[in-house]
């Protein structure tokens, strides 16, 4: 499995959030500040759908905020973990279509939220590669350095849902 706490040459985002598209937004819980300090996120009312990717206590959201939870690993996944993430993504597409602010974070706001918003973003037009292109130059470089992330969005996650329901390998 690869996290942050395993690489530490992976350095933590310089935001707590960023916009890839107008109305779709990805982060993390934990940031770091301009003082070089690391500063936990907490959402409140700022978005009207919050997607969680991995569930920390008092992170919120705030009361009244729909908030969507499906904890992942940051590594390989099951054919049922692919397809929460296929409804999450499409989950934001309708919330973005009813105007609505979307939050999708995971621990840093690199690579569960990064498969989240990719597939969201096939979902409205744009390629695998054009999708980790804008999420990496609007999130971070380090965005979707889960190369087996990027690699599930190449493939597209239906057919990588299909290849590992089948016990064969969806990216190689």
């Known amino acids: 499995m690869r996290t942050r706490g395993n690489q530490p040459d992976v350095p933590a985002p310089g935001n707590p959030w ?10 993390g ?16 009312d700022e978005f009207d759908l919050v997607q969680s990717l991995l569930r920390l ?7 009244g905020v729909t908030h969507q939870v499906w904890p992942i690993p940051d590594g390989p996944l099951d054919g049922t973990q692919l397809a929460g993430v296929m409804r999450l993504a499409q989950a934001a597409c309708t919330a973005l279509d009813s105007g609505g602010r979307v939050l999708v974070r995971c621990y840093s706001g690199y690579n569960r939220s990064g498969l989240v918003v990719g597939h969201a973003l096939m979902l409205r037009g744009y390629r695998a590669d054009e999708a ?3 999420i990496r130059d609007r999130r971070s470089p380090w965005a979707l350095h889960n190369e087996l992330f990027a690699d599930y969005l190449r493939a597209g996650l239906a057919t ?10 969806a990216a190689e």
Request: charged share 20%; no cysteine.
């Open 18 to 27: 960023s916009e890839i598209v107008p109305g779709l937004w990805m982060g």
């Open 29 to 44: 819980h934990e940031f770091r500040s301009g003082a070089g300090a690391l500063e936990s996120v907490v959402v409140h």
């Open 57 to 63: 206590p008092g992170y919120g959201p705030g009361p």
């Open 132 to 134: 980790i292109r804008l």
């Open 160 to 169: 990588a849902r299909l290849l590992e329901e089948l016990g064969e390998p």
